[in-house]
């Protein structure tokens, strides 16, 4: 994962909001929060961006199902998404042998 930040001044928002577009559009967003910062008339949002490095987005730009979850078939390799499902009933054995949740073992994340 990695971050990358934007301010968008009130005055002129056009050029600093299109570039923000293009970006959003071109990458597999995570998480992206927004801060108004009031200084009267230089008054600005500033956005941090999550996304994931060097995964480029899918046509519709999403990288989530419906219900939210990242579709790591879509994201990895074909070699990287084998050796995930591999670690992922790894992961579902050890939470039925320790009668755990799958998410206490290990998580998705990279």
Same mark, same amino acid.
């Given at each position: 994962?990695?971050?990358?930040?934007?301010?968008?001044?009130?005055?002129? #928002?056009?050029a600093a909001?299109?570039e923000? $577009?293009?970006?959003?559009?071109?990458?597999?967003?995570l998480?992206?929060?927004?801060?108004? @910062?009031?200084?009267g008339?230089?008054? /600005?949002?500033?956005?941090?961006?999550? $996304? /994931?490095?060097?995964?480029?987005?899918?046509?519709?730009?999403r990288?989530?199902?419906?219900?939210?979850? @990242?579709?790591?078939?879509?994201?990895?390799? #074909?070699?990287?998404?084998?050796?995930?499902?591999n /670690?992922?009933?790894?992961?579902?054995?050890?939470?039925?042998?320790?009668?755990?949740?799958?998410?206490? @073992?290990?998580?998705n994340?990279?």
């Open positions: 994962m990695a971050f990358r930040f934007f301010t968008i001044p009130i005055a002129a #928002p056009d909001a299109e923000m $577009y293009a970006f959003l559009r071109s990458h597999r967003i998480k992206a929060d927004r801060q108004w @910062v009031e200084q008339t230089a008054s /600005l949002w500033t956005f941090c961006v999550e $996304y /994931l490095d060097g995964a480029a987005a899918n046509p519709g730009g990288i989530a199902n419906a219900r939210g979850k @990242v579709d790591y078939k879509e994201l990895l390799s #074909p070699k990287d998404f084998t050796i995930f499902a /670690l992922r009933d790894l992961r579902r054995t050890i939470s039925q042998r320790d009668a755990c949740p799958v998410y206490a @073992v290990f998580t994340e990279r």
